[in-house]
């Protein structure tokens, strides 16, 4: 059995997929990369991934399937994932090779030890294209660093950072236990990923290493601003998801909740800004819709989300109120360097 399996979803990626792919065999033998060509068409996608596979027989293999989107592609990887861990990599993304050594190294340690270990946490880098200076998420003063802990350890958390897919390193048969089954055809399913499993959750490590490289910058990319207005209902379906799981959870912990209600403030923060930014008055409808939702649904969260500083930030009364609300949000974004 291999200690980690890493699902790379590829769609017409000839461009980039190599240096993602490439950074990835350094884990030898203990890796299994899972390349999932997802009905690419229009370029050689398919060829690459079968000549990494005919090339590395031992540590690649490839799986065709006709396109199922990225949700339907980490769908795949998880069914035919053989290891004990389970990664998502997107094509046009890259790891770094010491924390990935770093990273092999206590999987390898945790195994062989007492404890089941569900969650590693490390840390990924915004690598925007043209950005002189590279922001890097860490999580020093959400987690307890260098040692398995449980919700019950924490006992403090303070949510300043977002958990993103990038983040993560699940235990592969957690993934299947929760049921996680990501909407095909769906963009933002990865928000989706770093958050249903999590009530799953008892132990977590959190490796101060920058691990993940995430890129920035081409203009037909999902998390591109104008992009994401174009896809806003895909956005709010995967919001709406996320708030009725949230309201069937009733027995977390205080620092389980709290974290998962983090998660869900700031994707519900993300599509009010998106919906704010259409500026149409169907935007601001579904605006209000959503926050109703949210009401209706979980009351609980809602209180705890909507009188937030982002969610209150989000519902500024009139057009005043709306251009407050952009203002914090490019604020937000020039600090953090995403979109």
Known sequence: MKLLSIAVPCYNSSAYMRKCIDSLLVGGDEVEILIIDDGSTKDD??????????KYPDIVRTIHQENKGHGGAVNTGISKADGLYF???DSDDWVNIDAYKKILELLDEVTRGPRTLDVLISNYVYEKEGAKKKRV???????????????????????THYVLMHSLIFRTSLLRECGLKLPEHTFYVDNLFAFIPFPYVKT????????YRYFIGRADQSVNEDVMIGRVDQQLNVNYEMIEYMGRQKSLS???????LHSLGIIMTVSSIM????????????KRQLWDYLKKHDPLAYFSIRWGLTGGAMNLPGKGGRKVSITGYKIVQKLYGFN
């Not at 996608?45 to 005919?54: F, G, L, N, P, R």
């Not at 998420?137 to 949510?159: A, C, Q, T, V």
């Not at 919906?275 to 579904?286: C, G, H, Q, V, Y």
């Open 254 to 260: 205080r620092p389980q909740r709290k974290f998962m």
């Open 45 to 54: 996608t398919a060829k690459i991934a079968d000549e990494y596979a005919a």
């Open 204 to 211: 977590l490590y959190y490796l101060d290493v920058n691990f």
């Open 137 to 159: 998420m860490r999580y020093p003063h959400e987690f307890p660093e260098g040692e398995m802990f449980e919700w019950s350890d924490i006992k403090n958390l303070r949510m």
């Open 275 to 286: 919906l704010i930014r259409a500026d149409t008055p169907e935007s601001l409808e579904k």
């Open 87 to 89: 990664k998502v990599v």
